[in-house]
């Protein structure tokens, strides 16, 4: 009996380049993507480098794990099955946003070294910007912006991240932004650089490889 893979027909070769596409917005396509324990600061940061990439003329998204799970990823729980699903999902339709030539914010836990070679897997090395959002569970726990750490004491929260389910040390972020020790000013004006620095850089590479 035939899969169900092969009644798929693939259009790609049908639709506009990745080039073209880029070629419309003026900019390249980057996923940048940010990982950490909950309330490192992941979303405001996510949400404070949309504004000013915006300022500066680019077309940006932000992805947040708690409005995925609301809607694309409704119905995914917290096993490691359910987690490896969510991120993987994401992944991909961060793909199409940077095929699209768009800047994608992604702001999720991302708990384990399996789950961020994934991304990699499906993003690739030139398309990804992997950012450690450093701060101790001790912190986040002070912080505590979603009452998430108070519900997780009282066991309201299954799996949670940190304290029963690991959250294992990124081993090769391209960037760590260490929220503990600096201001959010600080922490968000070293993110824009290094994204800055890698979409200029694909800027060069884009505008020498069509010069040539």
């Keep these: 009996m035939p899969s169900s893979s092969d009644n798929l027909f693939p259009t790609d070769r049908l639709l506009r380049s990745r080039a073209e596409r880029e070629a419309v917005l003026g900019q390249r396509g980057l996923a940048v993507w940010l990982c950490g324990l ?23 998204m932000v992805l947040d794990g708690d409005n995925v799970r609301t809607g694309l990823n409704r119905g995914l729980g917290f096993s490691d ?7 993987r999902r994401v992944a991909e339709v961060s793909k199409l946003f940077v095929q699209a030539g768009l800047v994608v914010i992604n702001a999720f836990i991302t708990p ?16 990804l910007l992997e950012v450690y959002v450093q701060a101790s569970f001790e912190t986040c726990e002070r912080r505590d912006p979603k009452g998430l750490y108070a519900r997780a004491a009282g066991q ?3 799996s949670f991240t ?23 000013a600080e922490s968000l004006a070293r993110l824009y650089l290094a994204t800055r620095a890698r979409l200029d850089r694909a800027a060069r590479d884009r505008d020498t490889s069509t010069s040539s």
């Design 162 to 184: 940190g304290r029963d389910s690991a959250f294992e040390v990124p081993e090769r972020p391209d960037l760590v932004l260490h929220t503990e020790s600096e201001t959010p």
């Design 156 to 158: 309201g929260v299954a």
């Design 81 to 87: 099955d359910d987690r490896r699903e969510n991120i």
């Design 38 to 60: 909950s309330g490192s600061g992941k979303t405001t940061l996510a949400n404070a480098l949309d504004r000013r990439l915006a300022a500066d003329g680019f077309k940006s």
């Design 112 to 127: 384990r070294e399996e789950l961020r070679a994934m991304t990699r897997t499906v993003l690739g090395d030139d398309d």
